[in-house]
């Protein structure tokens, strides 16, 4: 059985990548509203 602290690695692990490309996702989105917002 995988113990509780490996485990708590691998998930964090796993999410890191999913959380730095929804940053950059995400500037990106609210870069595009905001080049809209300004050109009407």
């Known amino acids: ?5 490996s485990m708590m690695a ?3 692990i796993s999410v890191i990548p ?3 490309v929804y940053i950059f996702v ?3 989105i609210v870069e595009g ?3 809209k917002g300004i050109k009407g």
Do not use: E
């Not at 059985?1 to 602290?5: D, E, R």
């Open 10 to 12: 691998g998930t964090t």
């Open 26 to 28: 995400q500037k990106q």
């Open 33 to 35: 509203i905001t080049m």
């Open 1 to 5: 059985m995988i113990s509780g602290c």
């Open 18 to 20: 999913v959380l730095v």
